[in-house]
């Protein structure tokens, strides 16, 4: 299934808020739009729901929504092909054609209001290599940060500026800005490595940097470079990801991704200094990946693969109620 940014993390073995967390293993991911706190599966219609593999995941993930309500996703179909889509406020699926140059692993990953998209391009093992910008003309431009070993750009924002994550020689993870062809690193004071995962129309960027004991912080970065450090959700664990910031809009609304001791995670909503908790359905793992302007967030959750897959007989159901807001996931 899709792993987003966990191929190009692998290298320096970190990991960021665009990662199934180790649960999502033999597990059916389902896509998600949250609108005024009531959480609906968004799955495509010809997404399967079993996993190749006990280990494996299948299903469709969302990982981008603009103002207009058009989502960006990406499903596994039955012939084990994984395609993009946008679906449009009323419901329409629209393919996505594949990026050029690349492989059968290349991802979209975020979309502005202008119908900009941004995403990576990954080798035939999955591996992530550059990244791209898809204008609304379908043109592909390069994002590669110079030197680098890996980009991969994350999140687009409607003046065109793009934010990620890229590894240099040494093996460090640092952030990045893209405006218009030009480069900037953003790196935590003192960090040892920085992931740039978010980026509004103000100019704000969000991400996590990891501290000198490899502990996640999420944070907040204003314009004139003051960092914020969000506050650890209940129950993460920052040696395992802690809590980490995917997404923010122009009103100041974040959400992310907060990480267990267990390998599970569940997704959050932070706004005027409270942190709200979601989960998805009978959900081993949820992740918020992307919020708008309008408050409405998408992302993903994982539940056990269907009675009588390979998955499903290696890993127990779990015994869980159908909850959507307030509860652990389920062990």
Known sequence: MIALTSTLLALVVLSASADPPSSAAGTTSHGFVTKRGVLSPLDHPRATTVPATPDGQAGTVTTGINDRGDVLGAYEGRDRVIRHFVRDRKGRFARLEDPPRGSDFDEYIDINNRGEMVGFYNDDQGATTTGFLRTRKGR??????????????????????????????????????????????????????????????????????????????????????????????????PAMGGTQPAALNDRGQVVGVAYDARGGSRAFRFERGVLTQVDGPRAVFTRALDINNRGEVVGDYGTRAPAGSAAAQKYMPPNCPPVTFSTWPCT
Not at 158 to 173: L, S
């Open 140 to 237: 592909f431009v390069d994002i590669v940060v110079p030197g680098s070993v890996v980009t991969g750009p994350l999140k687009i924002n409607d003046r065109r500026q793009v934010v990620g994550i890229y590894a240099d020689r040494g093996g460090a993870v640092h952030g990045f800005l893209w405006d218009d062809g030009r480069f900037r690193t953003i790196d935590v004071p003192r960090a040892s490595n920085t992931l740039l995962l978010a980026i509004n129309n103000r100019g704000q960027t969000a991400g996590s940097y990891i501290d000198e004991r490899g502990a996640y912080h999420g944070f907040v970065r204003e314009r004139n470079g003051r960092v914020r450090t969000l506050p650890d959700a209940p129950g993460t664990e």
